[in-house]
């Protein structure tokens, strides 16, 4: 496809249930970034990364939040445990690393209204 | 720390009037600044970005930095210009983005 897949795009789970979210970024981006967008508030930053590796995984909450990119393309973030507080849409973008072109543009995903009841 | 702030959680304007989406930060370093925007029913997309120094849609945004501001302006406001706009700011590095809370824009007939 063209642009940022996400899948599901919506999921509805019980409180203390094990959930998996996938992102299929847009071919040749190596950068991949999760984040989360609470009702009324604006994406806050997870996890970025950069080819196989998290470069950055200070957004992450707590350790019931862990992403995995095995293969430098697809990433899934899993949530362990979850409460009724993780409820929000989570967001995947890609960008194409260019070195020395400082500021880069995010393709974002349409998201996955996770929802735990 | 890194902040974003967007005063404005809904702007209310008339089609033909000039709109100004208000954006400050808080950062110690030289940021790199951007507003992305959301249509009804569309992904979060990028609209324009400080250091090009384009105008996009009739918009256009000025970086001041003794203000700490990157304020979002469009001389005529049109009606497909309703969505929620955020502000966004890139820190040293390869970080993700710092977003505002976002600015509901409604544009009225």
């Known amino acids: 496809g063209a642009g940022v897949s996400q899948t599901p795009s919506n999921k509805v789970t019980e409180k203390g249930k094990y959930v998996e979210l996938r992102c299929d970024p847009i071919s040749g981006h190596t950068a991949l970034y999760w984040y989360r967008q609470s009702l009324g508030q604006g994406p806050e930053f997870l996890i970025y990364f950069q080819g196989t590796g998290a470069a950055d995984d200070s957004g992450l909450p707590n350790d019931r939040f862990f992403a995995v990119r095995p293969e430098g393309s697809v990433s899934t973030l899993k949530i362990q445990r979850t409460e009724r507080g993780d409820s929000a849409v989570y967001l995947c973008?890609?960008?194409?690393?260019?070195?020395?072109?400082?500021?880069?543009?995010?393709?974002f995903g349409e998201g996955s209204r996770l929802t735990v009841l | 720390a890194q902040r974003v702030t967007q005063p404005e959680k809904l702007l209310s304007v008339f089609k033909g009037a000039p709109v100004e989406l208000k954006c400050n930060y808080s950062y110690s370093g030289s940021p790199e600044l951007f507003w992305y925007v959301q249509y009804s029913r569309q992904r979060l997309q990028l609209l324009l970005r400080?250091?090009s120094r384009e105008s996009i849609k009739g918009f256009t945004a000025d970086l001041n930095k003794g203000e700490t501001s990157f304020h979002l302006k469009k001389p005529f406001a049109q009606e497909e210009d309703s969505a929620m706009y955020y502000c966004a700011l890139q820190g040293g590095g390869a970080d993700g983005l710092t977003f505002g809370k976002g600015t509901h824009l409604i544009i009225q007939p």
């Open positions: 400080h250091i």
């Open positions: 973008a890609s960008s194409l690393i260019s070195v020395g072109q400082g500021a880069r543009e995010l393709f």
